[in-house]
């Protein structure tokens, strides 16, 4: 069944690498290049990629922007230039990487995708790219099992790693006849999609009606197929861990577990808001075994959500890219961006454990998330305002580095009004 994934022991991962002075000594492959990369590329993303930017650019790496969708990085001085591209969706996005690479000098960059739609072309297309650009991330043969939600929920639960309760159906008719527990919720397949339900992620149905409604309108966007349904395990952002790492042939050379306190919406996070390390060997547990069944490498995030009810981790998403909150990384002990770009270079790198209880703020966003929470006696105010003890990264704001955070005001502004309330996608 899973003959095109390559399924090393799972005990190289887990078991002879301590979480306190991880390294690698693994000589990178450089695809025919001699010479060390001259700068980074990255493609698309939002605050993942600001922190990443930010992180090499202060490191003295030049960085290179190609985006078609939030401008928000361009506006840190880090970013040594930016590029305009039809897209990553675009069947001439990856004939556009290589002819940047031969008119703007950029053979050899790392080239890093930092959104769903990026991750697909790069991995798809790695072969090709690598003749310009060193690539650290796996084949699309096997990161699809991590990437496609249906593939990664098969893997979970062949290698023992809990998943939430998740209905198959492929019609109108099936969904209709089949016995549910109420309530359950619809998100894609996959993410990166243009259309408004990719873009929502997450629908909630709490009786039937709605559930066929729901699934009936997602299913004219993205097909019957792509459309998954799940139980809705209890609980809000409180309820949600991560496992974030990075990876290098099969191992993990950095990784910690993190819990996303806040989230907005409160219920269903379109965004995190407020993130804490904590220390969660389950998570970390689990994640290894996951990525470590497709022999992985590069950055990488893995959500998990909290089954009170049962007191189990059950994993819901892999994002192989910078996440929204990649700055808590380095505010912590551990420059993932730092190491990646190490592992590019050929040099050994390794590093210590993260910091417990540093945390990540999207204040402007944290703000509605924490009134909402007070509101609905959920949160105190003595609460809310003590969870700023610990932050030490924030989505945007940066004394040295200072505009984004003041574009992102009016970008957040444009995106609410034209999303939720003129439903422009």
Same mark, same amino acid.
């Given at each position: 069944m899973f003959a095109a994934t390559k399924r090393p022991a799972l005990s190289g991962a887990g078991q002879?690498?301590?979480?306190?002075?991880?390294?690698?000594?693994?000589?990178?492959?450089?695809?025919?290049f001699v010479e060390r990369p001259a700068g980074v590329v990255i493609l698309g993303g939002a605050h993942g990629t600001l922190a990443l930017a930010r992180n090499l650019g202060r490191a003295g790496v030049p960085v290179w922007l190609v985006t078609n969708d939030n401008p928000l990085p361009r506006w840190s001085r880090h970013v040594h230039r930016s590029l305009s591209w039809p897209g990553a969706a675009d069947?001439?996005?990856?004939a556009f990487l290589l002819k940047a690479a031969e008119e703007h000098r950029l053979r050899g960059f790392l080239l890093i995708p930092a959104a769903d739609a990026e991750v697909r072309l790069v991995s798809q297309a790695r072969e090709a790219l690598s003749e310009a650009y060193r690539i650290i991330l796996p084949n699309w043969d096997r990161l699809r099992w991590m990437c496609e939600k249906p593939l990664l929920y098969q893997r979970a639960a062949e290698i023992g790693v809990d998943i939430p309760p998740t209905y198959a159906f492929s019609s109108l008719e099936e969904a209709s006849r089949a016995e549910i527990r109420f309530p359950v919720i619809l998100k894609p397949n996959m993410g990166g999609g243009r259309d408004q339900f990719s873009r929502a992620k997450v629908i909630r149905a709490d009786d039937r009606?709605?559930?066929?409604?729901? =699934?009936?309108?997602?299913?004219?966007?993205? *097909?019957?197929p792509n459309v998954v349904v799940q139980e809705l395990i209890p609980g809000g952002g409180e309820s949600q861990f991560s496992y974030a790492a990075l990876w290098h042939e099969g191992r993990p050379v950095a990784e910690f577990a993190a819990r996303r306190r806040r989230q907005f919406p409160v219920d269903f996070g379109y965004t995190s808001t407020f993130v804490q390390v904590?220390?969660?060997p389950r998570v970390i547990e689990a994640a290894r075994r996951i990525l470590a069944s497709i022999d992985y490498c590069g950055l990488v995030e893995v959500e998990f959500k909290h089954d009170k009810r049962d007191d189990?981790?059950?994993?819901?998403?892999?994002?192989?890219?910078?996440?929204s909150w990649f700055g808590l990384a380095a505010a912590a002990g551990l420059d993932l961006g730092g190491m990646l770009w190490t592992i590019a270079a050929g040099d050994k790198t390794g590093a210590d454990g993260a910091r417990p209880g540093v945390s990540w703020? =999207?204040?402007?966003?944290?703000?509605?998330? *924490?009134?909402r929470l007070i509101s609905t006696g959920r949160l105190s105010v003595r609460e809310y305002l003590g969870s700023f003890a610990g932050v030490r990264a924030w989505a945007t704001?940066?004394?040295?580095?200072?505009?984004p955070a003041m574009a992102d005001i009016p970008l957040t502004a444009w995106r609410v009004l034209t999303r939720r309330f003129l439903k422009i996608q």
């Open positions: 002879d690498i301590q979480r306190g002075g991880m390294q690698t000594d693994a000589p990178q492959e450089h695809l025919g069947s001439s996005a990856a009606s709605s559930l066929l409604e729901a =699934y009936r309108a997602a299913a004219d966007q993205i *097909g019957f904590v220390d969660e189990r981790m059950r994993v819901l998403d892999v994002n192989p890219r910078p996440w703020m =999207y204040l402007i966003r944290d703000v509605a998330a *924490g009134l704001f940066s004394l040295s580095d200072p505009i």
